[in-house]
């Protein structure tokens, strides 16, 4: 079974700070790893995902295989980075469905 | 290019009743997933159409069910609704093959 853990619900840091958003994950195979966001009344959106190797918005995460995680990590938080971040991952079924973690709501400070 | 719309924004309906939810894919798309969010929790994969036809489901009782139809659009019935379907429910779109699922904004259904 592919399960997803975020063990932190919220997170508050301030502006300027250093921000990593810890997610875990199980899978008997290679998954793929994505980080989802949802600002303020948005949709959610993906903001990465692992085999693209991007940085986006200043986010990046590593796959790390032998700890099974996917954290994400920004050196310098921003106001506006405050939203609801999922992690999710994908296995080798068919429909290529997401699983997703429970989330962890980001309160950047001023 | 439009993004994926989903219908209605919100629905109030009493335990036991049907429920309808449609969703429009994003253009180009012709793979449609839907998720089911509760309260404080991830979306939970309910089930994915592709070519008209269920192409996996999650861990959801048969009452769950849908249609995807030649234009890629698709609905989820929910019949003899209970107080736990209660929830956000998504609809994400995207191409077969390929792992990036677009998601629509989402039908609150609130069960009384």
């Known amino acids: 079974a592919q399960r997803v853990t975020q063990p932190e619900k919220l997170l508050s840091v301030f502006k300027g700070a250093p921000v990593e958003l810890k997610c875990n994950y199980s899978?008997?195979?290679?998954?793929?790893l994505f980080w989802y966001v949802q600002y303020s009344r948005q949709r959610l959106q993906l903001l990465l995902r692992?085999?693209s190797r991007e940085s986006i918005k200043g986010f990046t995460a590593d796959l790390n295989k032998g700890e099974t995680s996917f954290h994400l990590k920004k050196p310098f938080a921003q106001e506006e980075d405050s939203a609801m971040y999922y992690c999710?991952?994908?296995?080798?079924?068919?429909?290529?469905?997401?699983?997703f973690g429970s989330g962890t709501q980001l309160t950047v400070l001023p | 290019e439009t993004g994926v719309t989903q219908s209605p924004t919100h629905l109030i309906k009493t335990r036991g009743q049907q429920v309808t939810l449609r969703c429009s894919s994003q253009?180009?798309?012709?793979?449609v997933s839907w998720y089911q969010q509760a309260l404080g929790q991830g979306p939970q994969f309910i089930f994915q159409?592709?070519?008209?036809?269920?192409?996996g489901r999650g861990n959801f009782p048969p009452r769950f069910s849908g249609l995807q139809f030649p234009n890629y659009s698709s609905e989820l019935n929910v019949n003899a609704l209970e107080l736990d379907d209660s929830a956000l429910y998504l609809c994400?779109?995207?191409?077969?093959?390929?792992?990036?699922?677009?998601f629509g904004p989402g039908t609150r259904l609130t069960v009384l």
């Open positions: 899978y008997s195979g290679s998954p793929e």
């Open positions: 159409y592709y070519r008209e036809e269920e192409n």
């Open positions: 999710a991952l994908t296995g080798s079924g068919s429909a290529r469905q997401l699983t």
């Open positions: 253009s180009g798309h012709n793979t």
């Open positions: 692992h085999i």
């Open positions: 994400a779109s995207s191409l077969q093959g390929v792992d990036t699922q677009y």
